[in-house]
């Protein structure tokens, strides 16, 4: 969407995707900077929402994924 370059990949259900994300942008490939700045612009906090996160390099990738709290 923003063009810029952005090595992560998340994950959040539909539901938040579509409160947070504007409609005409909810077809595309929102980068995880976007997609904060949205919820941030609507103050909808996500971070019990978010399920999984990637992130690939060069060399190699990682996923992160929540353990323990509320979830």
Known sequence: MCGRPDKFDFQVPDDIWRLIVP?????????????DDFATARDIDYSMSLRTLYFAGGKTSFKFEVCGGDR
């Open 23 to 35: 409609s005409k942008y909810q077809t595309k490939v929102v980068c995880l900077a976007c997609f």
